[in-house]
């Protein structure tokens, strides 16, 4: 049972355009939502976060959206550049008696295009 | 920075042997886990632990053993490899959330992985 899902496996998109990426998610008791990018051959990195009281977040370039009546949240890159170009997992935090466990989703590769 | 560091980056087993696959970080985080990557499954929990002692079952934990003797190490025991661990494997860490360190965010630092093969 996946409980956050990422339901676009890629996603390409013109330099200096939006992409947005999606996720997912099921569990309702999920707190905080974070977004990760991995290059071939290296671990993720962490991206952008978003704890579940507010509905935006923004740093630079990265802006995540979180709904929670939808139980959905998006990633927004503005503008696109090639050196996005990545696979980008969205994790979603459950936290029970002050420990917590991350699920992260499938991955949406992202392709920018010079 | 050292930050989190795995090894060995890439193992082949035979079937039934057993490994241990190696993560040290130095960051004095408390929270540790291992990730398994495969195709089209994204990142899936195995193991995790919140300190020195204390661990537990991730997402997919059969097949793995874990232990936490330190802070600093988090080692993945694989007892009796099979076709199906073939995969790539990530340890993360990070601060535990606590309310003492008003800490909200916990993003993870992950190593840059081990890529195991068993046949």
């Known amino acids: 049972d996946q409980q956050v899902k990422q339901n676009s496996p890629s996603l390409s998109v013109q330099e200096g355009r939006i992409s947005i990426l999606n996720c997912d998610y099921t569990?309702?008791?999920?707190?905080?939502f974070l977004w990760y990018k991995k290059y071939p051959a290296e671990g993720p990195t962490f991206l952008i976060s978003?704890?579940?009281?507010?509905d935006k977040n923004e740093d630079g370039r990265f802006t995540v959206f979180l709904n929670k009546s939808a139980k959905h949240l998006s990633l927004h890159i503005v503008p696109s550049q090639p050196g996005d170009s990545a696979v980008y997992f969205c994790?979603?935090?459950?936290?029970?008696?002050?420990?917590?466990?991350?699920?992260f989703g499938t991955g949406t590769r992202l392709k920018v295009l010079a | 920075n050292a930050g989190v560091t795995q090894t060995p980056k890439f193992q082949v087993l035979k079937t039934g042997q057993s490994m241990t696959l190696q993560c040290a970080q130095d960051?004095?985080?408390?929270?540790m886990s291992w990730y398994r990557q495969d195709p089209g499954m994204g990142l899936r929990l195995i193991h995790y632990?919140?300190?020195?002692?204390?661990?537990d079952q991730g997402e997919v934990p059969n097949g793995y053993n874990v232990s936490r003797s330190t802070t600093e190490d988090f080692p993945l025991r694989l007892l009796s490899a099979a076709p199906s661990q073939t995969s790539v494997y990530f340890c993360?860490?990070?601060?535990?959330?606590?309310?003492?360190?008003?800490?909200?965010?916990?993003?993870?630092?992950f190593g840059q992985g081990t890529r195991l093969t068993v046949v």
């Open positions: 960051m004095n985080h408390e929270y």
């Open positions: 569990n309702s008791m999920f707190d905080y």
């Open positions: 994790a979603a935090r459950a936290t029970t008696s002050g420990t917590y466990k991350y699920i």
């Open positions: 978003i704890s579940s009281i507010k």
């Open positions: 993360a860490s990070s601060y535990l959330l606590s309310a003492h360190r008003g800490r909200l965010g916990t993003e993870a630092f």
């Open positions: 632990s919140v300190g020195a002692g204390i661990t």
